[in-house]
């Protein structure tokens, strides 16, 4: 028989995550609107009909509202690293996991031309105090990998040039997107160059590969 306790704190905790989610995505329709400096955290908090108290304990800042939509994947390449197949290196795991990330157009990879995705990601990357605030998401992303891969310097080192190359390859795809190309047309040279990134990470992290 199941405990009620353990029901009732995963009850909680989903709607919890629906609440993060709810007031995300009404916060970031009305950044779309209005642009994100014109857009007041009362304004977000009435809307949501919450209070501003309330609004700072599920986000301590307002940039926090639009980088909610990254929460899923900050611990993404640590849970790659720590879920891969038996026999199966690091860099091989995180290389068929972005590899997989592209065939499917997730726009966490930067390819894809969906026009909502496109809006978001003209609103994150031209929005100076998001870019800076994604950072952090990006430092935790590398800590949580370190982790993963030993927690020793060495593993912090790898862990820095995964995360770059990843960052690097998606922001390759945004920047086609942006400038108008179709997923359909880029995803073989986004592709090619996944896989070139991910031999050059092999051949210098040996340990990992």
Partial sequence: MSDPGLR???LRERKKQRMYQAVSDLAIALFLEKGFEKVSVAEIAAAAEIS?????????AKEDLVLHRFADHEQEAARVVDERSEGQSPLDALRVHFLDGLERCDPVTGLNDAEPVLAFHRLLYGTPSLVARLYGFLERSEEA???????DL??????????AVRRILAME?????????????????????????????????????
């Avoid at 990998?145 to 927690?151: P, V």
């Avoid at 995803?187 to 990470?201: E, T």
């Fill in 8 to 10: 009732d704190t995963g």
């Fill in 52 to 60: 501003k108290p309330t609004l700072f304990r599920y986000f301590p």
């Fill in 145 to 151: 990998l370190a982790r993963a891969l030993g927690g």
């Fill in 154 to 163: 060495e593993a912090r080192l790898a862990a820095g040039q995964i995360v």
């Fill in 173 to 209: 795809n945004v920047r086609r997107m942006a400038a108008g190309e179709r997923a359909a047309e880029v995803r073989a040279d986004a592709v090619a160059a996944a896989r070139l990134a991910f031999r050059q990470l092999e051949a210098g992290l040996k340990r990992y590969a």
